[in-house]
């Protein structure tokens, strides 16, 4: 049936009830309830050339009240442009781009119950596929989009201007046009976004009236995304949550965190607390860098595919497999309370369907077992032993490791210094758990100046859960086995 005059009169009008309430906006056409903090965000941004910036914990759901905002600005402002951005492709289309089309599923059942026109679904009026949702009369006009930002291509962001506005006859104004064309930035995950995207953008975050919503967890102290939460904040709405002021996310999950990784950790402070790491000088490895590997897409090519080992029998240390191929960290498993011969039986399988081509296995203590048993099936193993001195090869020029652990620790340092590392697992909670075991660990020096990695004891004493998965992550930067000495290639010379 097609729409009446007066259908169509009844929706204008309540464009216009919502243009001025995303709250009211979220409930009616979208069926979200927002939380508290999510209603904190969608009003703050309701202003022309709102600049909002909103640092969080993990879970607070600030995805789904980002969709929210962009599918407000795209139904009720007419000709809009909403450009996307996150660091990496996943956080777009496996987050942002899902939630979009999740809320926009759900306004389809909210319609069909309020008995709106089915011509007036959002599904009959914009057109969505993985990068880019438009207005089915006007795509090239009206429309939001997802581009991920990269250092190497920093014109995320650049192109994209307000068109709603227009220069008064005496040029010295700007009045807003009634054809609409208003224009409003997204960036997911913000600290992550390098400070080359916005610089390219800044012409366009300059735009009359052009609103900016930035979300994130506050994973580094510098940034754009830090100035706004620090410094500039005076030119921003600037938000926070905590994970323990939102319904949705599990009142244990601060708590296991602490368990794991101490009160007042950067682990902590920054997925549940939503604040920005301290700089700790005795910390290895920050907490920003390891993180940005879990956000970090995986590089391409072909390197060796080794298997860590870091064998516990049954303490309250877990047993940890960790395939690296060069940059990428591919698969991770942790099993607690098994006897050595099982965890043999499970390294000779995880070799096999994960195809590695060498297994590093600690042999310090009960790990020793385990490699013989491999080596006994005729496995290419590695044996590791963390104890021994460490190679006199140059990791940093700052530091000199006394002990292989010390120098396999700066090894993944270094490694995840490159830029081009990734933690990729199909346990995003393993993954997230290496980033912030890589970030617990402190370092010292001893009285000849060499570099001690805090030791596992060390870190119990602290109260803190052994780093089982990157000890685990770091066997597979071991020296390799030397190869034999070939006598003949002198031989054949004389």
């Not at 216009?16 to 979208?30: C, F």
């Not at 899902?98 to 926009?104: F, H, N, Q, R, T």
């Not at 939503?274 to 993180?291: N, R, S, Y």
């Not at 590695?382 to 460490?390: K, L, Q, S």
Request: aromatic share 8%.
């Amino acid at each position: 049936m097609a729409l009446t005059q007066a259908d169509i009169a009844d929706y204008r009008k309540l464009r216009g009830i919502w243009r001025k309430d995303p709250v009211l906006y979220a409930r009616q056409r979208l069926g979200l309830n927002p939380t508290t903090q999510q209603r904190q965000l969608l009003e703050a941004i309701a202003p022309p050339g709102a600049k909002v910036s909103v640092r969080a914990g993990h879970g607070v759901g600030k995805s789904g009240s980002t969709s929210a905002a962009i599918w407000w600005h795209l139904e009720c402002y007419e000709y809009c442009r909403i450009p996307c951005t996150a660091p990496t492709a996943s956080q777009l289309y496996n987050v942002l781009w899902a939630e979009l089309s999740k809320w926009g599923r759900r306004s389809e059942e909210r319609a069909r119950a309020d008995g709106l026109p089915e011509e007036l679904w959002l599904a009959n009026l914009f057109d969505r596929n993985q990068d880019r949702i438009s207005d089915k009369g006007q795509p090239a006009e009206w429309y939001a989009v997802a581009r991920t930002s990269r250092r190497e291509s920093p014109d995320a962001l650049q192109g994209f201007h307000a068109s709603d506005v227009q220069i008064t006859d005496d040029n010295r104004a700007v009045e807003r046009s009634s054809s609409g064309g208003s224009i409003m930035f997204v960036i997911e995950e913000a600290s992550g976004v390098p400070d080359e995207i916005f610089e390219v953008a800044e012409g366009a975050l300059s735009s009359h009236g052009a609103r900016l919503l930035m979300v994130g967890n506050p994973t580094r102290n510098t940034g754009f995304f830090a100035r706004s939460q620090k410094q500039d904040r005076a030119l921003y709405t600037a938000l926070h949550f905590r994970c323990s002021d939102s319904p949705l996310v599990d009142p244990s999950y601060r708590a296991n965190l602490v368990r794991k990784y101490g009160e007042g950790s950067n682990v902590v402070r920054v997925r549940a607390d939503g604040d920005f790491p301290k700089q700790d000088d005795d910390v290895l490895i920050p907490l920003e860098t390891a993180e940005a590997a879990l956000a970090r897409e995986p590089a391409t090519g072909k390197y060796e595919r080794r298997l860590g080992v870091d064998v516990a029998r049954f303490g309250d240390d877990r047993t940890t497999f960790v395939l690296r191929e060069g940059p990428r960290v591919e698969k991770i498993e942790i099993r607690a309370k098994q006897d050595t011969m099982a965890t043999a039986g499970m390294a000779a399988d995880f070799f096999r369907r994960w195809k590695a081509d060498s297994i590093y296995v600690d042999v310090v203590g009960v790990g020793a077992g385990v490699a013989d048993r491999l080596r006994e099936q005729k496995l290419p193993v590695v044996d590791v032993n963390v104890a021994c001195r460490a190679p006199d090869e140059v990791v940093a020029e700052d530091a000199k490791p006394a002990k292989l652990r010390d120098y396999l620790w700066l090894q993944v340092a270094a490694w995840l210094r490159t830029g081009d590392a990734s933690i990729q697992a199909e346990s995003k909670d393993n993954a997230e758990d290496l980033a912030a075991e890589l970030s617990t660990v402190r370092y010292g020096l001893d009285s000849s100046g060499n570099l001690l990695v805090e030791s596992k004891d060390a870190m119990k004493k602290r109260g803190l859960r052994s780093p089982d998965i990157a000890d685990a992550l770091g066997l597979t930067f071991a020296p390799g086995p030397k190869k034999a000495f070939n006598f003949n290639s002198i031989l054949n010379r004389i």
